[in-house]
DNA sequence: AACAAGACCTGCATGC
DNA sequence: TGCATGCAGGTCTTGT
């Protein structure tokens, strides 16, 4: 489910809700996420404030007043939701605390591929799923000849480039065949064979694409919610995601989809060369 | 070393 | 109606 817009749309929408309020009571009713939640977690974060809210690439980061970071990423399926306390637990429903104010932040993730964990501030940098991911695409500092550097010496295809976490962090299925029909490359095309001349447009068609899907409030197509419980509204400006057999918004040419390392691809055999 | 395939999960749509 | 199959926004591990 969630990329980079929809995890930022969350990030935006807990904030005014999250932020200066105090997790009382946490209850961990299904440690199986991806990796185990700790058996010491519940107790480890009650009691801090939230201070703030960031986000690296598709992962949240929690800033606690009492030096620790809670990072969440969620998979899949996940979503973090702000209820009223007292409500009763809905199915998938697996951790759930307890703030100031009357209200509960809920980790509810049906396919468990999400994550919840908590370290050190200081240490948060070291963990290896933050360091294993490459820039951040909307970083002003990501140069075209950086990306093109790491693109061109590699013979995978480019979709699969753009999914790579290493390569570019917070790009995922459905921005990866968005920023690709604007940019007018195939996903099939080998990093190798991208000329220096085709990433300064790849850059901005995926920094352009990702933006806008930050503005519409992310892609909503079957269960992602922000943490409101609303549904964001980019699904309806797919150019490529999903669109097999649909004519394309540009030229008209059916739109096609192909399977990449067993993920789905899809793009316009006349728009994209 | 660089890559793809498989594994991890549940839920839903489709077709028999 | 029930059952089997395939597919889904991600990432980690295994094997070639």
């Known amino acids: 489910m969630p990329e980079l817009p929809e995890i930022e749309t969350v990030r935006r929408s807990l904030l005014p809700r999250l932020v200066g309020r105090r997790i009382e009571a946490a209850v961990v009713r299904e440690r199986r996420l991806r990796r185990p939640i700790p058996p010491d977690f519940a107790a480890r974060v009650v009691g801090q404030r939230i201070e703030a809210i960031s986000r690296r690439a598709k992962y949240l980061l929690f800033h606690l007043s009492r030096g620790d970071c809670m990072l969440a990423h969620l998979g899949m399926s996940g979503a973090l939701l702000v209820r009223a306390t007292g409500k009763a637990p809905q199915c998938h429903d697996h951790v759930c605390m307890r703030l100031t104010g009357r209200i509960e932040l809920v980790l509810n993730d049906p396919r468990r591929f999400g994550l919840l964990a908590v370290a050190r501030a200081e240490a948060v940098a070291e963990l290896p799923e933050l360091q294993r991911l490459g820039p951040d695409p909307l970083d002003p500092g990501l140069s075209t000849a950086a990306l093109y550097a790491s693109i061109h010496r590699s013979r995978r295809a480019l979709k699969n480039l753009l999914l790579d976490q290493a390569v570019l962090a917070g790009v995922g299925n459905i921005y990866a065949s968005e920023a690709l029909f604007r940019a007018g490359i195939r996903p099939t095309r080998r990093g190798n064979r991208v ?79």
């Open 195 to 273: 000329r220096l001349a085709e990433v300064a447009p790849l850059l901005q068609a995926i920094r352009a694409v990702l933006a806008e899907a930050i503005a519409a409030g992310g892609s909503s197509i079957s269960d992602y919610r922000d943490g409101n419980g609303r549904p964001g509204s980019f699904q309806l400006r797919f150019c490529a995601y999903d669109r097999a057999g649909q004519p394309c918004r540009k030229c008209g040419a059916v739109i096609r989809r192909v399977v990449q390392t067993g993920r789905s691809s899809f793009y316009c055999p006349a728009c994209q060369r």
